[in-house]
């Protein structure tokens, strides 16, 4: 599927003559591209697709015509440029049109990433690498996510300048499919690959993620908290963090500081997502003083994060919320959370959640005498 903006961007490099707009209504009335009306968080907007016949026959006609090669080129360019408007416009108060601009073009980007192979166009795929990294950390795209991984085993790659940001986020992806040595080793390679500590933002931002889970919270927060130094902007996303390792490592006083200290960069950042991982961090430490308040926070985590697409944040809201449910007798409504929440994990390849989920709910559990039940779950998360 493709809008009239595409159409028209794409137009004037595959030597389309006239108005690509006017093209494109000429073959509707024609009735070889099928129309449809959707709504999306920026509007109702209509996009084209060809039947499967007439495409079949274009493409054959490329082939024939020796234009396959140019139209293959066009749409990389087309979707490395829409990549680049994705990401800068997701790390502030646009990042709902990203998401969205992001989502309907999942296909199109797909089929670009998979062409720009075909074509041994490694800048493109590195382009589309990174300037999908940081959107997708957030949000339940999986395969998205893998391209990272890998590129970061393509023998071309060695020499490129961009190769410590590859691997950085290889090393974020690796973790979150819970594949920790990979990701602290793809990590230290990005880090060992840059030749300042600002170039290699990317994988310090992504080796406390898994320190954190090997179980050195921290360390962890030292680490976030260095790199939220390190960049413009790099505060917004990485002080949240850092505030929650810190309060998982017993050092409260330090974790409210860097809270307070994310809180502030996320209001100037204006990015919905980091702004909904502080409130989920502040919910977290609120949690066993004051579980109504952490319920709440909870809560506007998640109506905050859900309204930008970004699932991961949604998701651990979530996970925090139905153990808050749990340790406050209502133990069937944290029941139903997790038999939603475990699937929503599983589909979106996100494996560390779905350990720490797993354990929350043996927890539960076993505070209703359900020990066997407990100990398989804890041994399938520790397995």
Same mark, same amino acid.
């Given at each position: ?121 490694? !800048? ?8 999908? !990294? ?71 931002? +992504?080796?406390?993620? +898994? ?30 963090? +850092? ?39 502040a919910a977290e430490m609120a949690a066993g003083p004051d579980p109504e308040a952490a319920a709440d926070l909870y809560g506007q ?80 998360? !520790?397995?």
């Amino acid at each position: 599927f493709v809008t009239i903006a595409t159409a028209e961007w794409l137009g004037p490099r595959v030597d389309i003559t006239g108005d690509p707009a006017a093209v494109v209504a000429h073959l509707v009335d024609a009735s070889m591209l099928v129309a449809r009306r959707a709504s999306t968080p920026l509007g109702d907007t209509t996009r084209y697709r060809p039947l499967e016949t007439v495409r079949a026959f274009a493409l054959g006609r490329l082939e024939a015509t020796g234009g396959r090669t140019v139209a293959d080129e066009a749409l990389v360019a087309w979707a490395t440029q829409l990549v680049a408007d994705v990401d800068r416009l997701a790390s502030g108060p646009d990042e709902a049109q990203a998401d969205a601009r992001l989502r309907s073009e999942l296909a199109n980007l797909r089929a670009a990433w998979n062409l720009a192979g075909d074509l041994d166009d490694l !800048d493109a795929r590195v382009a589309l690498t990174i300037g999908l !990294d940081d959107v997708t950390t957030y949000r339940d795209l999986p395969d998205v996510a893998g391209w990272a991984i890998e590129l970061a085993g393509d023998p071309a790659l060695a020499d490129h300048p961009r190769r410590a940001d590859v691997l950085g986020a290889a090393a974020s992806s690796s973790w979150l499919q819970g594949r920790l040595d990979d990701s602290v080793r793809l990590a230290e390679a990005a880090i060992a690959a840059s030749p300042t500590p600002a170039g290699s933002v990317r994988a310090r931002g +992504a080796l406390p993620s +898994a320190i954190l889970f090997r179980g050195d919270p921290v360390d962890a927060a030292d680490q976030w908290e260095a790199t939220a130094g390190l960049a413009p902007d790099a505060g917004a996303k990485y002080l949240g963090p +850092a505030a929650l390792a810190a309060w998982y490592g017993g050092q409260d006083d330090r974790a409210r500081d860097l809270l307070g200290r994310a809180m502030t960069a996320t209001d100037r950042l204006g990015c919905p997502s980091y702004r909904a991982f502080a409130l989920y961090t502040a919910a977290e430490m609120a949690a066993g003083p004051d579980p109504e308040a952490a319920a709440d926070l909870y809560g506007q985590a998640i109506t905050l994060a859900r309204s930008v697409g970004a699932t991961f944040v949604e998701g651990v809201a979530s996970v925090g919320l139905v153990r808050v449910w749990g340790a406050t007798g209502r133990p069937r409504r944290a029941l139903e959370g997790y038999r939603t929440l475990l699937p929503a994990w599983r589909r979106s390849g996100h494996w560390t959640q779905v350990w720490t989920t797993l354990r929350n709910l043996a927890a539960l559990l076993a505070d209703a005498g359900q020990h066997e039940a407990a100990v398989t779950l804890l041994a399938a998360a !520790d397995a």
